[in-house]
C-alpha cells in the first residue's frame, strides 16, 4: 500500500490519502525560515535542517508519519538589517500555520505535530499547536527539532553558547550538505550579555533586540568547532529522541472531553 | 531535497537562499528578477498527487532560471493556497484568503526591503490568482518595489489551443489534458496511468464553466464535490508527454522573454498632483 511506505505528504493521491488516515499517521509540519545564517551558511538553514530530520524520521518510520511540505518563511524582522532575511509578521504566521493544522484535521488526522527549525518560532508554533487543540478534535504538539536530546548532544560539542550559525547547526548542516558550507568564512560570535539578560535571551529575561545593534557577523556561538561528524552524531541522538516521541504520541489518548458543570454552558458562544 | 520532496543539487546560483547574507548583498545591483513560486497541496484525481501545482510551478521557475541564472533568484516556494472548495478530497490543504494574501505580501515586502526592484510572483493554482493579484498590487503600493503575479498557464494560451484535444471551452480545468501532459513529461513514474480517467460533469453553460486556458465570462466556484466524483475536471486520457514537453518548452521561453522585459521595463516617479499638502493618511507621507 503506497499510503504505507510513502512518508511525503504531498506525494500522495486523495484515494491514497484515505489509507493514511485510516493508518492514523502522525502528520508533521515543519516549520522554518529564509534568514542570515552568518558568512558562512545559506540562508536556507532553518528550513533545511528542519526538513532534513524530519524526512530522515520518515525515512526511519515511513509507515507512522506523513511529512508536509515546510512553511519556508518565519518570524525574522529582528534579522532584517541583514540581506536577504524574510520576515512573516506573528499573526500572519499564526494565521497560514494554523489554516494547514486545521485543514489537516479537518480530513481525520488525530494527531499533529509542528517540528521547528527557527528559534523564533518558537512561541508563535506554541500557540498553533494550543489553538489546533482548541480548535479541532484533533491533537497537535511542538517542538524545535534542536530541544531532542539536547543534554546528550552538547556533550559533543567544544563551544557552549548554542544559539545560530553556532557549532551545533554548522554540523549539521556539515552532515548534510558539506559542499554548502563555507568554512573559510566561519567565525564565532557573541551577544551583549548582562546579569539577567542578554540581547539574544539567552539569560533568564525574555528580550530580542535586532541583530543588527550588536553583531557584524550575523553569528551567535562557535562555528570554527563545527565537524560533520559531529553532526552525524547530533542527527543520530536528535532521532532516537524523536522516534521514541513518536511511540509515546502515536498512543497518546484523545479522550471524550468532560463537563463539569451542573447548569448548561452556553454553547452559543463563539470564541 | 527541498520543501516539496524534490531533489536539487542545491548549489545553483540562482537559488535565493542557497546565498549567504554577505553574498546577498551583491545581488540588488545585478538587477535580479526574483521569482517567487506559489502553488497548492490539494487533490489531483486518483492519478496525480497532491502536490502538483507546487511541482509544476516550481519547474517552471527552475527551468527559466536554468535558462538565464544570471538574471533571476527563485525563491523557496510557498507550498500551500486557497482551496476550501477542495476539501472534501482528502489531504486538501486550504490557508484562508486573508491569510494567503497576507504572508505572500510579507514575503515580497521583505524581499523589496533588500533592494531588489522587480518580483515575480508565479503561480500554479488557478484558486490563487486573485489573491496573488491583491497581494502583487500590494506590495506596489507599499513599497518602492515593482510586483507582477501571474499563473503559467497564461503564458502558452494560443500554444495550449493548438495542442489540445479536450472540449473547448470548459474541457480542461483540473488534473486535466494540460496537467497531465506536463507531469508526464517531467516526472512520467509518479503518475498512476492505470488510475487516469474522464471527468466533465458540469452542467452545459455558455457563461459559467471552468477551464484553465479559456476561463468562463461569469466568475463561480461550487463545492467540488458536488460535480466531481474524482477530483478531476477535464480528460486526462487525452494527456501525452510530448504534448507536456511542448507545453512546458514553450512556457520557459516566454518566461524568459518575460522576465528580461520585466527587468528592463522603465517607471517613472508617482508625482503629487494636490495643489495643496496632502494629509499622510493610509500610511503615506505627507
Same mark, same amino acid.
Given at each position: 500500500m503506497r499510503a504505507r511506505e510513502?512518508?511525503?505528504?504531498?506525494?500522495?493521491?486523495w484515494p491514497e490519502m484515505n489509507d493514511a488516515i485510516e493508518l492514523e499517521k502522525v502528520v508533521i509540519l515543519p516549520t522554518g525560515s529564509t534568514e542570515?545564517? $552568518?558568512?558562512?551558511? !545559506?540562508?536556507d538553514v532553518d528550513l533545511f535542517l528542519a526538513e532534513s530530520v524530519c524526512h530522515e524520521l520518515g525515512r526511519r518510520a515511513p509507515d507512522k508519519v506523513l511529512v508536509l511540505p515546510g512553511i519556508p518563511y518565519g518570524l525574522n524582522m529582528h534579522h532584517?538589517?541583514? !540581506? $536577504?532575511t524574510i520576515h512573516i509578521q506573528p499573526e500572519h504566521f499564526i494565521d497560514f500555520c494554523l489554516d494547514v493544522t486545521k485543514s489537516v484535521a479537518y480530513h481525520g488526522f488525530k494527531r499533529i505535530a509542528l517540528v521547528n527549525g527557527?528559534?523564533?518560532?518558537q512561541p508563535l508554533i506554541d500557540l498553533i499547536a494550543r489553538r489546533t487543540v482548541l480548535e479541532t478534535p484533533s491533537i497537535c504538539c511542538a517542538f524545535g527539532?534542536?530541544?531532542?536530546?539536547r543534554d546528550e548532544y552538547e556533550?559533543?560539542?567544544?563551544?557552549t553558547v548554542h544559539a545560530h550559525a553556532d557549532e551545533m547547526e554548522t554540523s549539521l548542516y556539515l552532515h548534510f550538505?558539506?559542499?554548502?558550507?563555507?568554512m573559510d568564512q566561519a567565525v564565532s560570535g557573541d551577544d551583549r550579555v548582562g546579569r539577567y539578560m542578554s540581547s539574544d535571551s539567552t539569560k533568564v529575561v525574555r528580550f530580542n533586540d535586532f541583530w543588527g545593534r550588536w553583531?557584524?557577523? $550575523?553569528?551567535?556561538?562557535? !562555528?570554527?568547532?563545527?565537524s560533520a561528524e559531529k553532526g552525524k552524531r547530533i542527527l543520530e541522538i536528535i532521532l532516537t529522541h524523536m522516534l521514541a516521541w513518536l511511540e509515546e504520541y502515536r498512543v497518546w489518548p484523545v479522550e471524550a472531553r468532560q463537563d463539569q458543570h451542573r447548569q448548561p454552558v452556553q454553547r452559543e458562544v463563539r470564541w | 531535497m527541498n520543501s516539496h520532496g524534490m531533489h536539487e543539487t +542545491? /548549489? *545553483?546560483?540562482?537559488?535565493?537562499?542557497?546565498?549567504t547574507w554577505k553574498e546577498l548583498r551583491e545581488l540588488p545591483a545585478e538587477r535580479r528578477v526574483v521569482l517567487l513560486p506559489v502553488g497548492s497541496t490539494e /487533490?489531483?484525481?486518483? &492519478?496525480?498527487?497532491?502536490d502538483t501545482d507546487n511541482y509544476l510551478a516550481w519547474s517552471v521557475c527552475v527551468e527559466t532560471a536554468k535558462r538565464i541564472p544570471d538574471e533571476v533568484l527563485v525563491m523557496p516556494l510557498i507550498p500551500y493556497g486557497y482551496?476550501?472548495? &477542495?476539501? /472534501?478530497?482528502? +489531504?486538501t490543504i486550504c490557508v484562508g484568503a486573508e491569510h494567503f494574501i497576507n504572508y505572500v505580501a510579507d514575503v515580497c515586502k521583505s524581499v523589496a526591503y533588500h533592494g531588489f526592484q522587480r518580483i515575480l510572483i508565479v503561480d500554479g493554482? +488557478?484558486?490563487?490568482v486573485p489573491l496573488l493579484d491583491v497581494a502583487a498590487r500590494r506590495v506596489i503600493l507599499e513599497t518602492d518595489a515593482l510586483c507582477a503575479s501571474f499563473i503559467y498557464t497564461n503564458l502558452i494560451k494560443d500554444v495550449c489551443r493548438r495542442i489540445r484535444? #479536450?472540449?473547448?471551452? %470548459? %474541457?480542461?480545468? &483540473?488534473?486535466c489534458e494540460l496537467e497531465t501532459s506536463l507531469f508526464l513529461y517531467l #516526472? *512520467?513514474?509518479? =503518475?498512476?496511468? #492505470?488510475?487516469i480517467q474522464k471527468d466533465i460533469n458540469l452542467p452545459p453553460s455558455k457563461y459559467i464553466f471552468l477551464d484553465l486556458v479559456d476561463g468562463s465570462p461569469v466568475q463561480m466556484m461550487d463545492w467540488w464535490s458536488s460535480f466531481s466524483k474524482t477530483g478531476v =475536471?477535464? /480528460?486526462?486520457?487525452?494527456?501525452t508527454k510530448e504534448k507536456g514537453r511542448q507545453m512546458f518548452e514553450a512556457v520557459a521561453e516566454r518566461m524568459v522573454e518575460l522576465v528580461r522585459e520585466f527587468r528592463d521595463r522603465p517607471r517613472g516617479p508617482r508625482q503629487d498632483m494636490h495643489a495643496e499638502k496632502v494629509t499622510g493618511l493610509f500610511g503615506l507621507k505627507p
Open positions: 510513502t512518508y511525503l505528504y504531498n506525494r500522495l493521491t542570515q545564517h $552568518g558568512r558562512h551558511l !545559506p540562508l532584517l538589517d541583514f !540581506p $536577504g527557527h528559534g523564533s518560532n527539532y534542536f530541544a531532542m536530546g556533550r559533543l560539542l567544544e563551544s550538505a558539506k559542499e554548502r558550507v563555507r553583531t557584524r557577523t $550575523g553569528v551567535h556561538g562557535d !562555528p570554527t568547532k563545527a | +542545491g /548549489d *545553483e546560483a540562482y537559488f535565493y537562499s542557497n546565498y /487533490d489531483h484525481g486518483p &492519478h496525480l498527487p497532491l482551496n476550501l472548495h &477542495h476539501i /472534501d478530497f482528502p +489531504g493554482h +488557478g484558486s490563487n484535444e #479536450s472540449a473547448h471551452p %470548459g %474541457g480542461m480545468a &483540473h488534473a #516526472s *512520467e513514474r509518479r =503518475v498512476r496511468k #492505470s488510475e =475536471v477535464g /480528460d486526462p486520457t487525452l494527456a
